[in-house]
């Protein structure tokens, strides 16, 4: 990952214009519309793979994945931990601490954040959906100092309450957390302009 990284005179420049105005100065929204999602991020990121479960999307200092999972049965909190430090071992990160974000309108958020072994700062974070059997897994590879906006892409997730699930379509299956296996690595804004829509792959 560092072969793709600018300069840090660029790298500075790119996080003071992105805290001065959070992922809302430029940002994309996304729609997952099959399961009534949608979030957002800061613009002119490259999306590298977009399926029915999986979506992944980089910039120059920072990549994200989201990973669709059915909620397994069982005690959740204790499941969901332990997903989340097997999920971290796997990617051989260390300094690992339980994260605090809390992000509304889902029935529960649990994250994990620690170092990646070059030294990237790395964020794990599954969302429990209050309206569907669903956990939304948000894996989040940075540069250090742009935490704030990682949290705020996180939080900027949200279920459309207004509209029921469309189960007239015919869904694609989820699995769960506990049958998944690890996962493989996954390999800036210029100026102030509106929000782009973007749809997610919903085939």
Avoid at 24 to 50: H, I, M, Q
């Amino acid at each position: 990952m560092n072969s793709r990284f600018p300069s840090l005179l660029t790298i500075a420049m790119l996080l003071t214009m992105l805290l001065a105005g959070g992922v809302k100065a430029s940002a994309a929204v996304y729609t997952w519309s099959k399961y009534d999602l949608t979030f957002e991020t800061p613009d002119y990121g490259f999306v590298t793979y977009n399926s029915p479960t999986r979506f992944e999307i980089q910039w120059e200092d920072m990549v994200m994945t989201v990973q669709l999972y059915s909620q397994d049965k069982g005690d959740q909190k204790k499941l969901l931990n332990q997903n989340l430090q097997r999920k971290a071992l796997g990617y051989s990160m260390y300094d690992l601490h339980d994260g605090k974000i809390k992000v509304k309108g889902f029935k529960k958020t649990y994250s994990i954040d620690g170092t990646m072994p070059d030294g990237s700062r790395a964020i794990i974070a599954d969302l429990v959906s209050k309206h569907q059997n669903l956990i939304i897994e948000v894996t989040v590879n940075y540069l250090y100092g742009n935490r704030e906006i990682v949290e705020d892409i996180i939080k900027s997730f949200a279920e459309n309450k207004q509209q029921q699930p469309n189960h007239e379509r015919k869904r694609q299956k989820v699995q769960p957390k506990s049958k998944a296996g690890p996962d493989k690595e996954s390999p800036g804004p210029q100026q102030q302009r509106p929000a782009r829509n973007e749809q997610l792959y919903d085939a």
